[in-house]
Each structure stands twice: as C-alpha cells, then as structure tokens.
Nanobody, 126 residues
Framework: VQLQACGGGLVQPGGSLRLSCAAG?????????IGWFRQAPGKEREGVAC????????YYADSVKGRFTISRDNVKDTVDLQMNSLDSEDTAVYYC???????????????????WGKGTLVTVSS
C-alpha cells in the first residue's frame, strides 16, 4: 500500500491548511484505518487524528481537539485533515499511515500502523 500525503506548506499563525492522504493505484482507503501523525524537530512522533474503520471511532490528540478535523472523501478516496487556528506548535512534518481493517494500533504513537507515507511539511510562522 502506497500512501501519499500532500497539502503542507507555510501558513501564518491563525491560518488553516488542509492535508490530504491518498493511496496508490489498486488500493481503496475505505478498507483501512487511517491516521495522521506528526513529528516536530527534536520531538517524538505523535498521533494527531485517527479514523478507525471498524466502528468509525475518531481519535484526536488533546492539543488539536476543536481545531483539526479528520474525514474521508469517498469520491476522491482520500482521508483529509482540516487544520484550523494553526499556531507555531503545529509546525512539523505530517505523515499519514494506514492499518489493516481489523488491525489494532496505538493512535497516540502510531505503533501498529502497517503502512506509512512520506511526510508533508507544515510550517506555521509569521
């Protein structure tokens, strides 16, 4: 399973970005649990938002609750992360990852995720 995250860039504090995670040919993301993770310089990777396929349960890190929204676009077959009210603490490389339908994973760390895409850099700066 090949994953591609896109949509990163430079944004001013308070601004918004929308990241998108797409899969390569032959893969339907609807069959996978999808998570967004990020890693800032000098920090460990952390889970931002995860969407579990089996029951639709959604995990958000406390630091992004109320600002970020994860959602599936069934037309485009992507999993998007809408990020609002961005601040400098959100600066990081953002990765999307996928887990098999019944596979368990830790949404806080990403341990157990089966597939990882290359990251997209989000820089929040004035």
């Amino acid at each position: 399973v090949q994953l591609q995250a896109c949509g990163g860039g430079l944004v001013q504090p308070g601004g918004s970005l929308r990241l998108s995670c797409a899969a390569g040919p032959g893969t339907v993301l609807d069959y996978y649990g999808i998570g967004w993770f990020r890693q800032a310089p000098g920090k460990e990777r952390e889970g931002v938002a995860c969407l579990r396929t089996t029951d639709g349960d959604i995990y958000y890190a406390d630091s992004v609750k109320g600002r970020f929204t994860i959602s599936r676009d069934n037309v485009k077959d992507t999993v998007d992360l809408q990020m609002n009210s961005l601040d400098s603490e959100d600066t990081a490389v953002y990765y999307c990852a996928a887990a098999g339908y019944y596979n368990s994973y830790d949404p806080k760390s990403g341990r157990g995720m089966d597939y990882w895409g290359k990251g997209t850099l989000v820089t929040v700066s004035s």
